[in-house]
């Protein structure tokens, strides 16, 4: 089965700082999707941004960018330029790119991040 | 377009009473995914409907869950009886059938059982 892990269960960057929050997930599958999905207070999950894993460049939108490292399986978010909008909690998923019960989503713990104004 | 509609957004009942939760998907969207996101953990899949139909249930507690997808659209997700162990945020989720498709979540329902 697969299993994601984040070791930051809290993060804080000054606003307009940048910050990193880690991932690493184990699988024995080779091709499969990433996500880091934001939560904020009204509980709503929103995709932030999303890595496939048969392509070697890494994803960016916008202020957020990830490092991509499939031998490792360390799947890391960039925040540039923090602003206050980013404080939330933040989860990085997992999901299998084989299309038959295999949809869904396996997320880590979350990292709680604060902007400090 | 309107997104994954929920209801109730709160709820809160005694243990072994019980409890219904609603979801209506986008529209169009196959697949439905309920989560269970106990506080300060990540959401964990409970059952994934294609269709009206079940592809995964494998961590849905039986014994006291089940769920139904009436037509391939809404979707009721029920507990009976409610332990305190289910004091949780209930996610609700569609995407298009397809394995690039986006997961599209609700606002979700928060559960206290006391």
């Known amino acids: 089965a697969q299993t994601v892990t984040q070791s930051q269960p809290e993060m804080s960057v000054q606003e307009a700082e940048t910050v990193t929050l880690s991932c690493t997930y184990d699988?024995?599958?080779?091709?499969?999707?990433l996500f880091w999905y934001k939560q904020p207070p009204s509980r709503q999950m929103i995709l932030v941004i999303r890595?496939?894993?048969?392509?070697?460049q890494n994803a960016t939108e916008n202020r957020f960018s990830v490092n991509f490292q499939k031998a490792a399986k360390s799947f890391s978010l960039k925040i540039s330029d923090s602003q206050l909008g980013d404080a939330a909690m933040y989860f990085c998923a997992y999901r299998s790119a084989y299309l038959r019960g295999a949809q869904k989503l396996v997320f880590g713990q979350g990292t709680r991040l604060t902007i400090n104004p | 377009e309107a997104g994954v509609a929920q209801s109730p957004r709160y709820k809160i009942i005694e243990k072994r009473q019980s409890v219904a939760f609603w979801c209506n998907p986008i529209s169009g969207h196959a697949t439905l995914y309920w989560y269970q996101q106990i506080l300060g953990q990540g959401p964990k899949l409970l059952i994934q409907?294609?269709?009206?139909?079940?592809?995964?249930d494998s961590q849905l507690p039986k014994d006291r869950f089940s769920a139904e997808r009436l037509k391939g659209v809404d979707s009721t997700l029920k507990i009976q009886p409610a332990k305190l162990e289910d004091s949780a945020v209930y996610l609700c989720a569609s995407s298009l059938d397809r394995p690039s498709g986006e997961q599209y979540f609700g606002p979700g329902t928060r559960l206290t059982v006391t």
């Open positions: 890595q496939e894993a048969y392509k070697q």
């Open positions: 699988t024995s599958e080779s091709d499969y999707y």
């Open positions: 409907f294609q269709n009206n139909g079940v592809v995964d």
